[in-house]
């Protein structure tokens, strides 16, 4: 399938952020040569967030005739900039249709960020648009240089856009697809009128600086890494390059409880350039010893000579959790979809395919959402998913899910590749995670009148603590749910953009559907959630013994709401561990009510209940689907059977 056709969809599904939206043009920065070039001297360096390793793309707001003002903040102190000299400003001046552009372009520098670009505090220059080059990167030098101190500086420009009926004055802001720091600076004299910092682009500014420049980089983050004894782990980091020169190697010290490991040398496979930042994973060795550890790590070297960041800076503090042996894995998908969600079938699609390929590891949960206008009939506020929730796990629109909590906002079919079925690839490496501990759930009716479900979950962690970072939760979930009027019937934009389903099978099904297609059954959809942000208190409790199992008993009682209990046969009980250090979904287990989860265990039960439904492979299946399908009773004994 073509990659290019699903990103455009992804992003007009998602939006690139709150206001701004994106269009689908890209430019390769290496293929742009800058005019009106002012060369670097001896000892200077063009600095900023459009280095040639980097796409530009375009954002715009409302398509309409306003003024922008744009500016990257130079952070001295961050990147050890004082004293160093500013020369010149270089600025992208897009290209659009002449009736478009105003005549001129304000170009400035500033400590503050001005209230009227004309009085910015260092430099001011007013260029004809006739002047300048479109298309292309632009430099304009300054009067004098300027020596910045330790309050940097604000670069920036300012343009009129007077005609925004074009695609290229709708969208006329260049931005880089890596995102740095304080480099997001947007005010529109319509729109958004006071200053903001947006986070989701960098926008094309660089100035020429000239001083002593010194290879330094930062540690930004350091992942918690887990594996069991006996092992190599990676230990993720993100690395900042605070020097003018790309970084191409990084020598490091570990530390943990065994003291300081020797450095080690870590080479790219390309170079981080400056002010960008970039996720690498170096290794270690944990030992014999399972423990949760404090780690240290140092980069004391770039591309082979001392790093002069700080210490605090070049320093970063992560953990590391060693434990006996790894539990099993099993990967929980929460995805925010709707009936009125139009893109959202993509994501029935990818959860119904992510079933099938990897059985009762797989868990998805569909919390339906509204939209305000657009009610949403399975929506409930006893589902814990608010929409304060569902940002704060970074999903900022329909169709959007998370793995484990672990992978930001992707998309429920295309995943984080935006590529065909690409949310496989996201769920193995989900699954390829060493865990902790192991969990198993079981549910029960408390009462004959079906009204509340009793869980009981034991958890055996596999390391020991003298604390309990960890907890459980719950989420009570329902297939099959149906009902009739427009607000059942699931909108599907497939039918209508037949095109956007390129050559993807899957998603050409949906082509061959209604706009609107009324009469379906809704899987997997969240009706009941409790510890859905942080887990239950006291559900974990401290110490935790390696290998000593821990109980925890919970009641939910069923919603009163007939769009959400319709066939409590078709009811499930999905329990989920939660690491309380970065509240990623350690572990989960799913089960049908009145059905323990392991096959011992119901060959002891009594009864001719049956308990589970396996496809030939051998994998437990959430619900019986048509084709061959293995059937097992409480008693312990097993029909292979067709369902139609």
């Not at 992707?410 to 060493?434: H, N, Q, T, V």
Request: net charge negative; aromatic share 8%.
């Amino acid at each position: 399938m073509k990659k290019s056709l699903l990103l455009i969809f992804f992003i007009a599904a998602m939006g690139a952020s709150a206001q701004f939206t994106r269009s689908t043009k890209a430019i390769d920065l290496k293929s742009i040569q800058p005019k009106s070039t002012v060369d670097a001297a001896a000892g200077q360096y063009w600095w900023g967030p459009a280095t040639p390793d980097r796409k530009m793309y375009f954002y715009g707001v409302a398509g309409q005739a306003e003024t922008y003002d744009m500016a990257v903040l130079f952070n001295a102190t961050q990147y050890g900039l004082t004293g160093k000299t500013v020369h010149a400003i270089r600025v992208f001046v897009p290209e659009m249709p002449a009736k478009a552009f105003g005549d001129s372009i304000i170009v400035w520098l500033s400590t503050s960020r001005p209230s009227d670009v004309k009085k910015a505090n260092v430099f001011v220059k007013s260029l004809k648009t006739s002047e300048l080059t479109p298309g292309e990167f632009n430099d304009i030098p300054l009067d004098e240089p300027y020596t910045m101190t330790s309050r940097g500086a604000y670069a920036g420009y300012t343009f009129y856009i007077k005609d925004a009926s074009s695609e290229d004055a709708k969208f006329c802001m260049p931005t880089v697809e890596t995102v740095t720091e304080n480099s997001g600076w947007v005010r529109t004299s319509q729109s958004y009128p006071s200053w903001y910092n947006y986070a989701d682009f960098s926008l094309a500014i660089n100035l020429l600086l000239g001083g002593d420049f010194t290879d330094r980089a930062s540690v930004k983050d350091v992942e918690m890494a887990k594996s069991s004894v006996g092992t190599t782990t990676n230990i993720g980091l993100t690395v900042r390059n605070e020097s003018p020169k790309g970084i191409s190697s990084l020598t490091y010290t570990l530390t943990d409880s065994r003291g300081t490991l020797g450095e080690q040398t870590y080479t790219l496979s390309s170079p981080i350039m400056h002010m960008g930042y970039d996720h690498i994973e170096v290794p270690v060795a944990v030992g014999d010893n399972a423990r949760k550890d404090d780690l240290k790590v140092t980069l004391v070297k770039v591309n082979g000579v001392e790093n002069t960041a700080p210490e605090t800076s070049r320093t970063g503090t992560g953990s590391l959790v060693v434990f006996s042996k790894s539990g099993t894995k099993r990967v929980l998908e929460e995805e925010f979809t709707g009936t009125w969600c139009a893109w959202c079938p993509r994501g029935i699609v990818g959860m119904e395919l992510a079933e099938k390929t990897f059985g009762d590891k797989y868990i998805g949960v569909a919390i339906h959402m509204g939209n305000g206008s657009s009610p949403e009939p399975m929506e409930t506020s006893g589902s814990g998913y608010s929409t304060t929730v569902m940002t704060g796990l970074g999903v900022t629109g329909l169709p959007g899910c998370t793995l484990d909590r672990t992978t930001g906002a992707i998309d429920p079919y295309l995943g984080s590749s935006i590529s065909s079925f690409g949310i496989k690839d996201d769920i193995e490496a989900c699954l390829a995670r060493k865990v902790e501990a192991d969990i198993d759930v079981t549910a029960t009716w408390a009462s004959d009148d079906k009204k509340a479900v009793k869980v009981q979950t034991t958890t055996t962690f596999y390391l020991d603590l003298d604390t309990a970072p960890y907890a459980l939760g719950y989420i009570l979930v329902s297939d099959s749910l149906k009902g009739t009027g427009t607000q059942w019937a699931q909108q599907n934009n497939y039918a209508i953009f037949t095109q956007s389903a390129g050559d993807d099978p899957n998603l050409l099904e949906l082509t061959k559907k209604k706009s609107i297609i009324a009469g379906m059954k809704f899987n997997h959809v969240a009706i009941l959630g409790k510890g859905i942000q942080s887990g239950l208190t006291n559900s974990v409790k401290a110490p935790i013994v390696d290998g000593e199992p821990q109980t925890h008993t919970y009641s939910l009682t069923l919603p009163t709401s007939t769009n959400l209990v319709q066939d409590k046969e078709n009811l499930r009980v999905v329990a989920f561990l939660i690491d309380k250090a970065d509240g990623s979904i350690l572990n989960a287990r799913e089960t049908r009510i009145g059905a323990p989860v392991g096959i011992a265990d119901v060959q002891s039960e009594g009864n001719n209940q049956v308990v589970g439904y396996y496809n030939m492979q051998g994998q437990r299946l959430q619900r019986p689907q048509s084709g061959v399908v293995i059937i097992r009773y409480a008693d312990g004994h097993a029909d292979k059977v067709l369902l139609r």
